[in-house]
């Protein structure tokens, strides 16, 4: 589990250079899964946005971390752009719609270490008959330089591969990809939407040096039953990695 206390303060504008400005600083206190150790992260951080066109946003971020992991004591600073492509009205269930995001992050550690870091991730959303939906996803994470143990992308869980434990791998660059056919099976007047979905994963993680092309993708099928009402969605599935363990997995989210 995460620990977590923050200030953050998040201000729409009404300009037409910043559409929107947010910033905070808060302490994180987890224990890496993978590692089995200690986090503990202090925190300052400050973000503009701005919608350059319908459905198009830039943003630039910068932050400072004191980082604390097992034994060893870090201080990280970075800075970063990145662009985003949304068109979906519904970000819970969205139809004909594609979300993209293109993020870069430069990482400064002490001792004069330094990484660039890129995130890409492209969804896109199919409609079906019977309202159904059909959900394909791509994840690539990537870093020119190795990365502190710390700072290695975790793999495994909802955000990767569902029938891995989330945290069973981690790596420097980190490749991912889903299909998940979503089916409502209550009335679209429904207060709260109720509907099932199957889906398939594959993805990798590895280190600085090595290929994707080498890398042998776990992958996992599975099944879940989730509910949606306005700006809350709660899911429950089962996923089985293939050759591997069966597990469930609770999620949730909200969308404002």
């Known amino acids: 589990g995460e620990r977590q206390a923050a200030v953050e303060v998040d201000k729409r504008l009404p300009t037409r250079r910043l559409t929107r400005m947010s910033g905070g600083a808060g302490v994180l206190q987890r224990t890496n899964p993978y590692f089995d150790e200690r986090d503990t992260r202090r925190r300052l951080w400050g973000r503009v946005e701005h919608e350059i066109a319908p459905h198009i946003r830039v943003g630039a971020t910068t932050g400072w971390q004191h980082v604390r992991f097992a034994d060893a ?9 990145d662009v985003i492509l949304d068109t979906r009205l519904d970000p819970m269930l969205a139809r004909n719609a594609v979300y993209g995001r293109a993020a870069w992050e430069h990482l400064a550690f002490d001792g004069a270490r330094t990484a660039n870091r890129v995130e890409l991730e ?10 159904s939906i059909l959900v394909g996803r791509v994840l690539r994470h990537d870093a020119d330089a190795p990365l502190p143990a710390y700072a290695k992308s975790l793999f495994g869980g909802l955000g990767t591969v569902r029938g891995l434990r989330a945290g069973s791998g981690v790596g420097d660059s980190l490749a991912a990809t889903s299909l998940e056919l979503l089916v409502p099976v209550t009335s679209p007047l429904s207060v709260a939407l109720v509907g099932v979905s199957v889906f398939a994963d594959a993805g990798a993680a590895y280190d600085k040096g090595a290929r994707l092309a080498d890398q042998r993708f776990s992958r996992s099928v599975g099944a879940s039953v989730w509910v949606s009402a306005t700006v809350v969605r709660l899911s429950v599935a089962v996923a089985h990695a293939l050759g591997g363990s069966t597990r469930v997995l609770v999620g949730g989210g909200l969308t404002f």
């Open 73 to 81: 004591v870090d201080h990280v600073a970075s800075a970063g752009a």
């Open 122 to 131: 492209g969804r896109g959303y199919l409609g079906l008959p019977r309202r």
